[in-house]
């Protein structure tokens, strides 16, 4: 009886402990839905994406790859503190990131960081499981290869159509004018507009008319604005100012 009673203490007390790992195991477990909307609600999405890089680094694979889960958490919640301490981890991502400083998050509990943790690594296997369910030879998305060259010299030669455009109906305009003084008698029939007929262009005059022209003005305003804003964007794009 006394062994019986020793195997059943003993039994016990393995159910006892073995509740208590199960228990802590469910109490610290990882939940990717809180973790979804912690993300969410602290505008993690603004300098990540799962599995592109952005301002910093693609978080699906960079958390995959990173056994220490408890320096994630660290880093997470206060990744300055980790870089004053000069963690080599740390320090190899704030050098590789050009020293960009991530913003602290020591309002996120240890449970919050691991939950937000499994929401990541959750969405990083659908990004897999994706890839390898597409068929043999599929191309994928699409990669963003920025601004097409073809639309930048496309508002170019707008720009220039219209500018032509506007120097004909300007000849047209002028021709029509002698057409209606000659009619009207104030310019002889065989007048001939040729250069030794012509009076001399006051071209100071011209341009004051010119800049006094709302529609001119403005078409060369607007002509401005898109060349100088093509050219910008396209200089931005080229310095990946997309990418942070």
């Known amino acids: 009886m006394r062994n019986v009673s020793l195997i059943l203490?003993?039994?016990?007390?393995?159910?006892f402990i073995a509740s208590f790992v199960v228990l802590s195991?469910?109490?610290?477990?990882?939940?990717?839905?809180?973790?979804?909307?912690?993300?969410?609600?602290?505008?993690?999405?603004?300098?990540?994406?799962?599995?592109?890089?952005?301002t910093g680094p693609a978080l699906g694979p960079t958390i995959a790859s990173e056994p220490d889960e408890a320096y994630l958490v660290k880093w997470i919640q206060n990744n300055q503190a980790l870089i004053a301490a000069k963690n080599p981890k740390a320090l190899t991502?704030?050098?590789?990131f050009n020293q960009s400083q991530m913003s602290v998050f020591t309002n996120l509990s240890d449970q919050d960081v691991k939950d937000i943790l499994g929401y990541v690594k959750a969405e990083w296997k659908k990004v897999e499981d994706a890839k390898k369910a597409a068929?043999?030879?599929?191309?994928g998305a699409v990669a963003d290869s920025g601004p097409s060259s073809t639309m930048v010299f496309g508002l170019i030669g707008v720009i220039v159509?219209?500018?032509?455009?506007?120097?004909v109906l300007n000849r047209v305009i002028g021709t029509l004018e002698r057409l209606l003084l000659q009619k009207q008698g104030l310019l002889p029939e065989d007048f001939e507009?040729?250069?030794?007929?012509?009076?001399?262009?006051?071209r100071l005059a011209t341009v004051r008319i010119l800049a006094k022209n709302k529609k001119f003005?403005?078409?060369v305003v607007l002509c401005s604005v898109i060349g100088f804003g093509s050219w910008t964007w396209v200089t931005l794009w080229n310095t990946n100012v997309h990418q942070g």
Not at 161 to 167: D, E, K, Q, T, Y
Request: charged share 25%; net charge positive; glycine share 4%.
């Open 9 to 15: 203490k003993q039994i016990t007390r393995l159910l």
């Open 25 to 54: 195991n469910v109490a610290y477990a990882q939940d990717p839905a809180k973790g979804e909307a912690l993300y969410k609600s602290n505008n993690c999405g603004s300098c990540h994406k799962i599995d592109v890089r952005m």
């Open 93 to 96: 991502i704030y050098n590789q």
């Open 135 to 139: 068929p043999a030879g599929a191309t």
């Open 161 to 167: 159509i219209a500018f032509l455009i506007i120097l």
């Open 193 to 202: 507009d040729d250069e030794t007929s012509k009076p001399k262009i006051d």
């Open 217 to 219: 003005v403005f078409f």
